[in-house]
């Protein structure tokens, strides 16, 4: 089976890049093995409290939160990418796994396809 | 042996998402810069690229992006112009391909 990395490298709001990018995940994820990796300010969809709603936009980051059921567990995102923005993990709406920049080249290696937001 | 990645970018060299792309392109790898991207082949950013041309990473410009932008006299050496059909032949002979934009 065909192994897709989805990179999401955008933060939310200013752009609809992070909202298309987790349905396609979640879609992707019914056919095929799926990760996430969140890098840049990609991280800033994750983080807690978003309230949207006077944008007249959803606040789609509780949509992560149903990633697991989608059977998507493999979450990460760049250490350095969190210390740049003086975030931490538990800053976070679901847990992800923090890799340094050899571990992410590591990781996209090892994958089929590549599919960045 | 780790799979070899096909990383592009096609953005101004200004883009903070150049640094990202180049973060992550390993020894194996290859970078392909095209649309606005070529730019970063020229005098002004091509220091940027330096490490990755000394650890003998190939750098491709696309031709007709550096041509519609009047670069063909101006880049730095060390960066290989192909044509769409060797951009095709890249994408075939590398395992994975990442989109930087």
């Keep these: 089976m065909k192994r897709i990395l989805f990179v999401q490298s955008r933060a939310p709001y200013g752009t609809l890049s992070g909202q298309e990018g987790l349905d396609a995940l979640l879609m992707g994820s019914a056919f095929v093995e799926c990760a996430l990796l969140f890098l840049g300010d990609g991280i800033y969809q994750l983080l807690s409290n978003q309230d949207a709603a006077a944008l007249g936009l959803k606040d789609y980051s509780v949509s992560f939160g149903a990633l697991k059921d989608y059977g998507v567990q493999n979450l990460y995102c760049s250490e350095s990418d969190l210390q740049h923005r003086v975030l931490e993990t538990d800053d976070l709406v679901i847990p992800v796994t923090a890799l340094d920049d050899a571990a992410i080249r590591e990781l996209m290696a090892s994958h089929d396809v590549i599919l960045s937001f | ?101």
């Design chain 2, 1 to 101: 042996m780790a799979a070899k990645i096909l990383h592009t970018f096609n953005k101004s060299p200004i883009s903070p998402v150049l640094d990202s792309c180049l973060r992550f392109t390993g020894e194996d790898d290859a970078l392909v810069l095209l649309e606005d991207g070529v730019y970063t082949a020229t005098a002004a950013w091509g220091v940027k690229l330096d490490e990755l041309i000394d650890a003998g990473v190939p750098v491709y410009v696309i031709k007709i992006d550096v041509d519609a932008r009047g670069l063909a006299n101006r880049l730095i050496e060390d960066v290989q112009v192909i044509e769409y059909d060797g951009f095709v032949d890249l994408c075939a002979n590398y395992e994975v391909v990442k989109s930087w934009f």
